[in-house]
């Protein structure tokens, strides 16, 4: 194996910081840590003072802040779940879409501490009169091509809002949460792509009017050709990422491939895998995790005495709701939640 950097480099800012930046495959250990966490800022990030303080305004206009010392009053949650960019993968379609090439890399999972973002709003006071927890950052710019001057925001709809697993987190990995990954104070929506995951968050606010920011009806929309929004990006597709063998790999029998899976809102049911391009599947063993959202974990053996030369390993998730991990998956604009089963090429040695 070669000795790539863990992060891969896809974007530079205007004064050459890394900008967006995506895992290795080779980086990860076997349970889909990465060694180094892919990075997106759409903006140049926030500085966020260690003073910060969380707004928080009710429907009724209220507002309340809140220091870091007083959400550490709040029963502490750890969540480990796996963070996925939506688009992770898309690189790999055929007809290119606009945005930035990205391989598989662009996920990762981690161990988040924090308080419940429904614990927090309970704590608040709020009367049943929202559907949208808006939550803002403070970084901001104008966006290519469109040319949209906005503010970082999603508006969380109430059910994930005030689900038990929605948390505010201030670490990762038992660690302080590094700044640019969204220190002192991030979101995290497990099971949903990493558009959600909101950092920096500065204030929080309750509505029941629909919420219409860029990030949320333009951006990280599935668009049909003609740009037309079909749908928001919110759960996270079911994929199974091959981490070993690598892409390339030269190899001798018997070959053990081994990866990890997940499918937002649901659980693995089955990983299936394939080395003559979906003829015949064999079901690989399958670690399930503790933790609801984190990654199952697959291994398999494929059968000694294949013939030599390049060989194709295919895998494929499937969720116990049925979602299947397609060949090709369903097209949009912008290329988001490019799920097309991977193949990884290896070479046989005689
Ligand atoms: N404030 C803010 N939050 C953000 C973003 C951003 O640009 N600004 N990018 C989002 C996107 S698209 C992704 S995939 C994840 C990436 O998280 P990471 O950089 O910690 O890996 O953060 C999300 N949260
Ligand atoms: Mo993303």
Redesign the pocket.
């Known amino acids: 194996m070669g000795h790539a950097e863990p992060l891969l480099p896809r974007a530079f800012d205007s004064r050459g910081r890394l900008q967006?930046a995506e895992t290795s495959l080779e980086a990860f250990d076997e349970s889909g840590r990465p060694g180094q966490?892919?990075?997106?800022?759409?903006?140049d990030?926030?500085d966020l003072s260690a003073g910060h303080k969380l707004a928080v305004t009710g429907s009724g206009g209220v507002t309340r802040h809140y220091s870091a010392a007083e959400l550490r009053q709040l029963p502490e949650r750890d969540v480990t779940a796996v963070?996925?960019?939506?688009?992770?993968g898309r690189g790999h379609l055929t007809d290119r879409a606009p945005g930035n090439q990205f391989g598989l890399g662009?996920f990762?999972q981690a161990t988040w501490k924090g308080v419940r973002l429904a614990d927090v709003l309970a704590d608040f006071g709020f009367d049943d009169t929202w559907e949208y927890a808006i939550v803002d950052?403070?970084?901001s710019g104008v966006t290519k091509p469109e040319n949209i001057a906005a503010?970082?925001?999603?508006g969380l709809p109430k059910f994930k809002a005030l689900h038990e697993d929605t948390i505010l987190a201030w670490a990762m990995d038992g660690q302080q949460l590094p700044a640019?990954?969204?220190g002192p104070l991030?979101?995290i929506v497990p099971g949903w792509?990493?558009?959600?995951?909101?950092?920096?968050?500065s204030h929080i606010e309750l509505t029941d009017a629909k919420f219409t920011g860029f990030?949320q009806n333009q951006r990280?929309t599935y668009q049909d050709a003609n740009g037309t929004v079909t749908s928001i990006v919110e759960d996270q597709l079911p994929r199974a990422i091959i981490l070993r063998p690598m892409d390339g790999q030269h190899l001798q029998d018997p070959v053990r491939v081994s990866g990890v899976a997940w499918s937002g809102e649901h659980q693995i049911a089955a990983v299936n895998i394939s080395i003559d391009d979906g003829r015949t599947w064999t079901q690989s063993r399958l670690t399930l995790p503790s933790d609801r959202w984190a990654a199952a974990c697959f291994e398999c053996e494929i059968p000694v005495g294949l013939p030599r030369g390049l060989r194709r390993i295919s895998a494929q998730a499937i969720d116990n709701a049925g979602r299947v991990q397609p060949w090709t998956s369903i097209r949009n604009r912008l290329g988001y939640g490019n799920n097309d089963i991977q193949t990884v090429t290896v070479d046989l040695s005689a």
Do not use: Q, S, T
């Open positions: 967006m966490l892919f990075l997106v800022h759409h903006y990030p926030a963070l996925e960019c939506a688009g992770n662009m990762g950052a403070p970084d503010h970082f925001a999603k640019e990954h969204g991030r979101l792509y990493g558009i959600w995951w909101v950092k920096w968050v990030w990280y």
